[in-house]
């Protein structure tokens, strides 16, 4: 279609200042998509300093990332903002996932508030058993492809993915760490064995971690978490102790499991490149 006419300078300058009806406004618009000319002269009538403000404006409702409440921790603790960027975007650090820890670490502490002698023990023993889980399942959605809605982007950022894997799985377990310890504190009767949850948590921490340099994390995680289940019901139907993988002797073994997971890890973690990629 041929544009036969063109609108005159008073019109575009009345439309780029904003004092020209609506009506007028409408037909101008509608001409302004098929007329160069009109546009130019539009560009042409329009103060620079209005064109900087649309544009900032633009900025700062599209560009500039909203900033959660745990990147904004993150920066208060002097965390680099990149780093920082990368780990909010972690499903595992997001809030609702926090919440959901400390709701279920706080049902156990509930419960076994209002518990006595072996009932009092077994959920002493179902407390102790997930507080070392959580930080497995935190590590097993922090990257990797199916269930890190970021994952093209962590892929794409300038930082190696085993950098990038182990930098969250710090971060997750820090926070699961922090979450339980909150809540162990809130255990009747608190003792040492309050605290025994800490070495399995780390010992299958890095058993996952190792085991993730053979198969995808979700794998790695999901088979730690299968067998610390099964050994933990073996130990308990074995000795007659529920409590007894949380015992010395089954501190000593999480000890032990922590020093070989660490070893194979240091000495195979750059597969994470191909095995998370792929």
């Excluded at 199916?146 to 969250?168: K, Q």
């Excluded at 102790?241 to 240091?266: E, H, M, N, T, Y």
């Amino acid at each position: 279609m041929t544009t036969t006419w063109h609108a005159d300078p008073t019109v575009l300058t009345a439309y780029t200042d904003g004092v020209l009806d609506d009506v007028r406004a409408s037909s101008l618009e509608a001409h302004l998509l098929t007329c160069d000319r009109c546009r130019d002269g539009v560009a042409t009538s329009t103060p620079t300093d209005a064109i900087d403000r649309a544009w900032g404006g633009v900025v700062d409702t599209i560009d500039t990332p909203h900033r959660t409440a745990v990147e904004r921790l993150l920066l208060t603790l002097k965390v680099p903002e990149h780093l920082a960027r990368l780990l909010v975007a972690t499903p595992s650090l997001r809030l609702s996932w926090l919440v959901a820890e400390a709701l279920a670490l706080g049902f156990a502490v509930v419960a076994t508030n209002g518990t006595s002698g072996r009932d009092e023990e077994l959920v002493l023993f179902l407390f102790l058993v997930v507080a070392a889980l959580l930080p497995v399942a935190g590590v097993a959605v922090a990257f990797g492809p199916g269930v890190d809605p970021t994952y093209e982007i962590g892929v794409a950022a300038p930082m190696p993915a085993d950098r990038l894997l182990l930098t969250r799985a710090a971060a997750v377990l820090a926070s699961s760490v922090s979450i339980t310890v909150l809540a162990a504190l809130a255990l009747p009767g608190l003792d040492a064995i309050a605290a025994a949850w800490l070495l399995p948590a780390l010992g299958l921490t890095v058993a996952t971690l190792a085991l993730g340099t053979w198969v995808r994390p979700i794998v790695a995680a999901v088979s730690v978490a299968l067998t610390w289940v099964l050994l933990v019901a073996a130990a308990a139907v074995s000795t007659q102790d529920r409590l007894a993988v949380f015992r010395p002797a089954g501190q000593v073994a999480c000890l032990a499991l922590i020093a070989v997971s660490a070893a194979v890890l240091a000495h195979r973690h750059i597969l994470y490149e191909g095995r998370i990629v792929r």
